[in-house]
């Protein structure tokens, strides 16, 4: 019995000692639950609350551009860039901002790359910009600043570098109105890309002219973007999503480089002449050639493709790279420096003159003024005496007369184009107004058919429409500005000079050519092509083909056509054997070789109005071969240059003449002059090792 009490009293003291044991146990974990559960929750919520997401946008490279054989016009280089980081400048005092940021303006400036005080607190200050942006105030420095400026970072607090991607220009300042240029996003522009499909962000680039702002969409890249867990202190945790970013497409253009390279040269060396003019004297004072600008666009008419448009004065486009400075964007477009960015080939309008009289003689063909039931028959002879007064005129301008008055005698359809006879169209128009059975409006209505007064749909922005006057449009511009017309009603007159491209008619040099090109070509008139095709970046195959876009079809028998194109033909090689008159364009067109090349052509002159001073006239010419399928066709204007026939017509021919013989030169890139001069280099090095039979060594290397 002793025995079992022991034992009893032996388990219950184990017992005891176990639950003593599991008590100091438990509640050591039970402080310790309740401790980390009800102690130090709201550490921990606020340790969750500080790690945040974060998304990194990588900005992707814009396509290229190159021209119709591949040679590349636009291309990317890289870029270092001095950036702001506003979050951590939030917290340094005002007095010692404006200290950092004179003295960054002046380190920046030191290195060669000048920079003002105010560009910096502009940018830094700038609401497109939120509070945690790093801000790019300055392009293009140096790799040694931006080595500084880490090195003494302590110096620099916020002040970083990072490195993007801009445009460069392999050759220059050529095609700058075809390829337009990029800039940064206005609000404006911010605002209508906010739901783009390729997102934007405040201090992204856009294209702003040209191919660039008209292929924006495709020359887009598609920028990258990771997300990621970032501590309060920004170390990154974890990347929770990434998705690379893709290099805009590649937009090929139908320009050939070298094509454009000569149309700028001659259209330049074509003012450069017409300035040489002497001074002209009449009795209304004094007329000065100041030909301060002009246009060149040369097209194939066969299918609407541009092969090459040229506007002076130019631009460089690599002004935009870095961010344009005011006062160099004012000069670009201050009408005193002649307006640089405006593209004259699709922008500047222009009376068209006797370049318009081919359509004139259309509608008089088309409606039967010249026919059966008209005036006069195609091979009807007029009698221009240099002067033609208006039947039945009473009061105002009754008489209107060939430039200088002179004659040109008997003349048809044809001679009246090749000479081109001011007073023989005066007579059509003038039956097109008093003639039962006419409309007065015809030639406007041709004139629309061919593509004047309306855009012609090329593939850039901001083109003119021009103008086509009628009635009904001087009525509504009498209505807004009385002052500028005596009378609200239109006149014989008026139609007159409607019919030789003067008077309120205007039209672009694309409009003028492009007509043109539907007037050769059988009757197409074609939405003028500069894009050829978009290609991906990567295996450059053809994502999308920009095919020809056809307007309209134009009914143009050869009843109507060929008296039309017999007459321009004269206009480069007519000759009259009995008495030497010739084409307004023969001279310009001697020894020409029109045996193996024919050309076609039409001379312009053309007035422009203005109360203040006498103006000389305003040159153009439009020609085409070979024919009889040509598959070239151009147009120049120059301003203020005197006849077209003398200033225009010479720098069609010449630049026309270079195609016939086949002899257009190769314009070489700012990579390939580089090269040309690196193997000159080597070849002189070797003609002297050849000379001196020892190897020359050159910068520590044999060449």
């Not at 195959?541 to 109507?560: G, I, K, N």
Request: proline share 6%.
């Amino acid at each position: 019995m002793i025995g079992q009490r022991a034992d009893s009293r032996s388990r219950r003291l184990r017992l005891a000692i176990l639950g003593a044991v599991a008590i100091c146990l438990f509640v050591p974990l039970v402080a310790r639950l309740w401790y980390l559960q009800i102690i130090k929750e709201t550490a921990f919520i606020e340790r969750v609350v500080d790690n945040t997401t974060e998304t990194i946008i990588e900005r992707a490279p814009r396509g290229r551009i190159i021209d119709v054989n591949g040679r590349i016009l636009v291309n990317n280089r890289q870029s270092i860039v001095v950036t702001l980081d506003k979050e951590e400048m939030s917290t340094v005092k005002t007095s010692d901002l404006d200290q950092l940021f004179f003295d960054l303006a002046r380190e920046i400036s030191l290195s060669g790359k000048l920079t003002k005080v105010t560009q910096i607190e502009a940018a830094y200050e700038s609401d497109r910009y939120g509070p945690f942006a790093e801000v790019p105030v300055v392009q293009d420095i140096s790799k040694e600043l931006q080595v500084y400026l880490a090195e003494f970072s302590y110096k620099w607090p916020g002040v970083g570098t990072t490195i993007i991607t801009v445009r460069d220009y392999p050759y220059g300042s050529l095609a700058a109105h075809i390829l337009g240029y990029v800039g940064s996003l206005s609000e404006g522009e911010l605002s209508q890309v906010a739901n783009a499909a390729k997102p934007y962000l405040a201090n992204d680039e856009i294209g702003k002219a040209g191919i660039e702002l008209f292929y924006e969409n495709a020359l887009r890249g598609t920028p990258g973007r990771k997300t990621v867990v970032v501590d309060r202190f920004n170390n990154i945790l974890d990347t929770t999503e990434e998705v690379p970013a893709r290099a805009g497409s590649d937009v090929q253009l139908t320009i050939d480089i070298d094509l454009q390279a000569m149309a700028e040269q001659y259209l330049k060396e074509g003012l450069d002449i017409a300035r040489q003019q002497p001074t002209k004297f009449e009795e209304e004072g004094v007329i000065i050639y100041r030909a301060p600008a002009g246009a060149m666009v040369v097209m194939n008419p066969r299918n609407g493709t541009v092969l090459a448009m040229a506007s002076f004065p130019t631009y460089d486009p690599g002004l935009f790279v870095s961010g344009i400075a005011q006062d160099e964007y004012d000069k670009l477009i201050d009408p005193g420096n002649n307006l640089p960015l405006l593209n004259r080939a699709i922008q500047g309008t222009y009376p068209p003159g006797s370049t318009f009289k081919p359509f004139t003689a259309y509608a008089a063909l088309d409606t039967g003024l010249i026919g059966s039931r008209g005036i006069l028959g195609v091979n009807s002879m007029y009698v221009d005496t240099g002067v033609y007064t208006i039947p039945t005129c009473e009061g105002g301008t009754c008489e209107f007369q060939n430039a200088g008055a002179l004659p040109n005698g008997d003349v048809d359809l044809r001679l009246a184009l090749t000479y081109s006879s001011d007073v023989y169209f005066y007579n059509l128009a003038t039956h097109f107004d008093i003639l039962p059975g006419f409309d007065l409006e015809s030639p406007q209505v041709t004139a629309r058919y061919f593509g004047f007064g309306v855009p012609s749909g090329v593939t850039l922005s901001n083109e003119n429409a021009g103008r086509i006057p009628t009635p009904d449009t001087r009525r509504e511009a009498y209505r807004q500005n009385p002052e500028a017309f005596l009378t609200d009603q239109w006149l014989t007159g008026d139609t007159l000079n409607t019919s030789i491209g003067q008077g309120d008619v205007l039209a672009t040099p694309l409009q003028i050519v492009n007509a043109y090109a539907a007037l050769v070509n059988g009757g197409t008139l074609y939405a003028p092509n500069i894009g050829l095709r978009s290609l991906n970046p990567i295996t450059g195959e053809t994502e999308v083909e920009f095919a020809s876009r056809v307007t309209r079809e134009l009914y143009l028998p050869a009843a109507y056509t060929q008296p039309i194109l017999d007459g321009l033909a004269g206009v480069t090689t007519w000759r009259r054997p009995d008495n030497g008159q010739v084409g307004t364009a023969y001279s310009a067109f001697l020894n020409f070789p029109h045996e193996d090349w024919p050309v076609s052509g039409k001379t312009g002159t053309s007035e422009k109005q203005s109360i203040e001073e006498l103006i000389a006239d305003y040159g153009l010419f439009v020609a085409w071969g070979p024919n009889p399928d040509p598959e070239y066709i151009a147009v120049v204007v120059l301003e203020e240059a005197g006849f077209g026939g003398a200033v225009a017509a010479p720098v069609v021919r010449k630049y026309l003449e270079k195609i016939a013989y086949g002899i257009v030169p190769r314009h070489l890139s700012s990579e390939e002059e580089d090269e040309v001069a690196r193997q000159q280099v080597q070849e002189s090095e070797r003609d002297l090792e050849a000379i001196f039979e020892i190897p020359l060594v050159t910068t520590g290397k044999k060449s």
